[in-house]
């Protein structure tokens, strides 16, 4: 059985970076903007011996009417479908409500789910992780999906039971 990881977090968080890196593609779009992403996205995600099934989704936003509302229920079935759950938030930007919320769920629900603080590229790590603690999701992953940073020790501890 091939895992399937899935991608989850608000808009702009650096889901799709991540997704094309583990697929190395482009096939994700990226962008300035939040929402580009509006279907779960399925790619092939290779890294060392891992052979996996990624899945992007386009964000929870926490103000889902419209266009969000369809996004955040693409989301919560890229949840269901996955053997692990990666959440990311924003390294830069410090913990958001809709990052609350999310959380909310995951621990609901029974996936094991890992923290993921992207954007730590260039930042200072410790203040970037110090916002997140709080959150109460266990171990946080700092990395830079943009560059690679922290990307193989993340895979590698969520595939290690598979
Ligand atoms: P998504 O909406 O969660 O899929 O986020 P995207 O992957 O589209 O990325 C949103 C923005 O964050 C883009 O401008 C990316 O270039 C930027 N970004 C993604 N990963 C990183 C990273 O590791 N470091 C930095 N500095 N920016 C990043
Ligand atoms: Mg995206």
């Not at 399937?4 to 977090?9: D, Q, S, T």
């Not at 369809?70 to 924003?90: G, H, R, W, Y």
């Given at each position: 059985?091939?895992?399937?990881?899935?991608?989850?977090?608000?808009?702009?968080?650096?889901?799709?970076?991540?997704?094309?890196?583990?697929?190395?593609?482009?096939?994700?779009?990226?962008?300035?903007?939040?929402?580009?992403?509006?279907?779960?996205?399925?790619?092939?995600?290779?890294?060392?011996?891992?052979?996996?099934?990624?899945?992007?989704?386009?964000?929870?936003?926490?103000?889902?009417?419209?266009?969000?509302?369809?996004?955040?229920s693409?989301?919560?079935?890229?949840?269901?479908?996955?053997?692990?759950?990666?959440?990311?938030?924003d390294?830069?930007?410090?913990?958001?409500?809709?990052?609350?919320?999310?959380?909310?769920?995951?621990?609901?629900?029974?996936?094991?789910?890992?923290?993921?603080?992207n954007?730590t590229?260039?930042?200072?790590?410790?203040?970037?992780?110090?916002?997140?603690?709080?959150?109460?999701?266990?171990?946080l992953?700092?990395?830079?999906?943009a560059?690679?940073?922290?990307?193989?020790?993340?895979?590698?501890?969520?595939?290690?039971?598979?």
């Amino acid at each position: 059985m091939i895992p399937v990881i899935a991608l989850v977090g608000r808009p702009n968080v650096g889901k799709s970076t991540l997704f094309n890196r583990l697929t190395k593609s482009r096939d994700a779009l990226v962008a300035d903007y939040p929402g580009l992403t509006r279907d779960r996205k399925y790619g092939d995600g290779k890294l060392g011996e891992h052979d996996f099934i990624v899945i992007d989704t386009g964000g929870i936003t926490g103000d889902e009417q419209g266009i969000d509302e369809k996004m955040a229920s693409q989301s919560l079935q890229a949840i269901e479908e996955a053997d692990a759950v990666l959440f990311l938030v924003d390294g830069r930007h410090g913990l958001n409500p809709a990052d609350e919320m999310i959380a909310n769920h995951l621990r609901r629900s029974s996936k094991p789910t890992y923290l993921v603080v992207n954007k730590t590229d260039g930042i200072n790590e410790d203040i970037a992780l110090a916002d997140f603690y709080s959150v109460g999701l266990g171990s946080l992953y700092p990395i830079a999906a943009a560059h690679g940073k922290g990307v193989r020790s993340l895979i590698d501890t969520a595939l290690a039971p598979f």
